[in-house]
């Protein structure tokens, strides 16, 4: 049974106390699992969904990489879909506490792909003879100013035809982002968290999680090296693409 996710929950007297940035701690591995679900519209689809995404795209001895891996969610949907021959996988997280769980989680999971967990950075990594790249949620940690060198790093790394899946939150203009936020928060509260719990951990993302524009990306990932960009998900301000090389 997973563990249920109270870290924003707190009496009077602690909210009135500065919130800490976010940061991806032993406590966060903890509870990542319930916190993930219960914070991202979509998230269980998406994940039942990559597998239909890998299983055209990976090709006979290539990789597949999972760049901000966490806890493996988006490796083992990969890894189940791959056919292909002679396919190795590497998932790569830079939190040492989900590097140790995800090991275990993987060491668990029964499937001849063999998977490599690594702690690195996804901007350290090399890329090599990739036919899928995963990045669920990863991009949108990155300092704005690495992003175009990651994304270029990818697709230089990358085999013709291969993808790249990307799942990130979304900005908007001012009218659809409170639209949305207000509609995300329902949501949030449908699935138990508090008022406070909500507000401690939008003021914890603040400036560590920064998104943009579905414009954005979208050029961006053009400039990078990527001939196509097909957005394939959205639920609220979540959204997923496929960048093909």
């Not at 760049?67 to 021959?85: D, N």
């Not at 063999?114 to 350290?124: I, K, M, R, S």
């Not at 508090?194 to 003021?203: G, N, P, T």
Request: hydrophobic fraction near 40%; charged fraction near 25%; glycine fraction near 4%.
């Amino acid at each position: 049974m997973r563990e249920r996710d109270q870290i924003y929950a707190a009496s009077q007297k602690e909210s009135n106390s500065e919130t800490q940035p976010f940061e991806f701690s032993q406590s966060v591995v903890r509870v990542f699992p319930d916190m993930i679900e219960r914070s991202v519209p979509g998230y269980g689809l998406l994940l039942e969904l990559t597998p239909l995404m890998v299983r055209r795209a990976v090709r006979d001895n290539s990789r597949i990489y999972d760049l901000g891996c966490s806890l493996g969610a988006a490796t083992l949907a990969a890894r189940r879909a791959v056919t292909a021959e002679g396919v190795e996988m590497i998932a790569a997280d830079n939190s040492p506490d989900m590097v140790r769980r995800c090991r275990e989680i993987v060491a668990a999971d029964n499937s001849r792909v063999p998977v490599q967990v690594l702690e690195a950075d996804a901007c350290a990594l090399p890329i090599e003879n990739a036919s899928v790249v995963l990045m669920y949620f990863t991009l949108q940690f990155i300092p704005l100013e690495q992003r175009q060198t990651l994304l270029q790093k990818i697709a230089a790394g990358m085999k013709p035809g291969g993808v790249l899946l990307l799942a990130e939150k979304l900005a908007f203009d001012p009218d659809d982002q409170h639209w949305l936020d207000m509609h995300h928060h329902d949501f949030k509260r449908d699935q138990g968290y508090s008022d406070l719990e909500i507000a401690r951990k939008r003021q914890a993302l603040e400036n560590v999680l920064v998104p943009e524009t579905r414009d954005v990306h979208h050029e961006r990932l053009k400039k990078a090296g990527f001939s196509q960009v097909v957005d394939w998900f959205q639920c609220l301000n979540f959204t997923a693409l496929a960048a093909i090389k």
